[in-house]
T-cell receptor
Framework: EPEVTQTPSHQVTQMGQEVILRCVPISNHLYFYWYRQILGQKVEFLVSFYNNEISEKSEIFDDQFSVERPDGSNFTLKIRSTKLEDSAMYFC???????????FGSGTRLTVV | RKEVEQDPGPFNVPEGATVAFNCTYSNSASQSFFWYRQDCRKEPKLLMSVYSSGNEDGRFTAQLNRASQYISLLIRDSKLSDSATYLCVVYGEYGNKLVFGAGTILRVKS
């Protein structure tokens, strides 16, 4: 079964440092997403991406965040200057069409210290 | 705004029990509905889509009531392996994306 791959599985970073979270979506999917889940809280939407541009973003996705599809397979989330409150599980997802179910990657646990 | 609301539980049930979860959503224009399952510290996994006519997948039955803006999931003959958090998910609740409920915890005990 095709899957979404995320790396690294766990990243620890110092406050103020930049981090890049990487994702390889399912190859025939056209829509890509980042979600996050703070421990004990709900899964929250960050951003959606289609046709090499952001389709939609949440209030969480401020100027510290950016996404990029640098080549035909990778989809990255960059946090420019991490804060303690950015500590969370970050999930990448992809889908064939926008209103269908998404397939999620296994996540990157980001810990900001 | 209320978005997608679920009873957080936990629901503690014995093996073999039937258990039902409910979910409400606030935007009548929402288009697609799903139940996802999430194991502890893992990614959400699609359990099933939910259709107005109701749909069944083995021991799992999902129902959608658009008039009441209400979604349900019924699990029959619960197994220990059904223990997880069940997430009610709506597309089009606010924008063109999936919006997640906070989840309902199910614990099946022997």
């Amino acid at each position: 079964e095709p899957e979404v791959t995320q790396t690294p599985s766990h990243q620890v970073t110092q406050m103020g440092q930049e981090v890049i979270l990487r994702c390889v979506p399912i190859s025939n999917h056209l829509y890509f997403y980042w979600y996050r889940q703070i421990l004990g809280q709900k899964v929250e939407f960050l951003v959606s991406f289609y046709n090499n541009e952001i389709s939609e973003k949440s209030e969480i996705f401020d100027d510290q965040f950016s996404v990029e599809r640098p080549d035909g397979s990778n989809f990255t989330l960059k946090i420019r200057s991490t804060k303690l409150e950015d500590s969370a599980m970050y999930f990448c997802a992809s889908s064939e069409w926008t209103e269908g179910g998404y397939t999620f990657g296994s996540g990157t646990r980001l810990t900001v210290v | 705004r209320k978005e997608v609301e679920q009873d957080p539980g936990p629901f503690n049930v014995p093996e073999g029990a039937t258990v039902a979860f409910n979910c409400t959503y606030s935007n009548s224009a929402s288009q697609s509905f799903f139940w996802y399952r999430q194991d502890c510290r893992k990614e959400p996994k699609l359990l099933m889509s939910v259709y107005s006519s109701g749909n069944e997948d083995g021991r799992f039955t999902a129902q959608l009531n658009r008039a009441s803006q209400y979604i349900s999931l019924l699990i029959r003959d619960s197994k220990l392996s059904d223990s997880a958090t069940y997430l009610c998910v709506v597309y089009g609740e606010y924008g063109n994306k999936l919006v997640f409920g906070a989840g309902t915890i199910l614990r099946v005990k022997s």
